[in-house]
């Protein structure tokens, strides 16, 4: 008589432990979805790229490449913040300038809204 009761108990255990275990996975699963990815762009990558004699023209361009990077990553949902108020962040955050400027010279090539990530 007590080992089907004890049964009966295991498995309505389990089952409420299942459910609980769903539903939390699935608020922290919402949690994570309103909340944007974030990107840091640092200016001062971009203006080393330059040489020290650079024209107006390429001061410009750089600038532009800037602005694009940024604008694209806007589109993707990023939330881009500066790299000179960040104090810290992972290396992951940062976008890298020599992709950035890559794809900012070649504005055709949508299939990765974001234009590299990582170091």
């Known amino acids: 008589m007590r080992r089907p009761l004890l049964l009966s108990g295991v498995v309505l255990g389990l089952i409420g432990a ?4 769903v ?6 699963r919402a949690e ?3 909340r944007p990815p974030v990107a840091v ?8 790229t330059l040489s020290p004699n650079a024209s107006q023209e390429r001061l410009g ?9 940024v604008g694209r990553l806007v589109e993707a949902g990023y939330l881009v913040l500066d790299g000179e ?3 810290g962040a992972p290396g992951d955050l940062f ?19 974001v234009p590299g990530k990582g170091e």
Request: proline share 4%.
């Open 85 to 87: 108020a960040v104090a």
């Open 32 to 34: 994570l979805h309103s």
């Open 18 to 21: 299942w459910a609980y275990h």
């Open 61 to 69: 361009e750089v600038l532009a490449a800037y602005d694009s990077a």
């Open 23 to 28: 539903h939390a996975i699935h608020a922290i």
């Open 95 to 113: 976008v890298t300038v020599d992709l950035a400027l890559k794809t900012a010279e070649s504005p055709g090539d949508d299939d990765d809204p």
């Open 41 to 48: 762009v640092r200016l001062a990558d971009y203006v080393a």
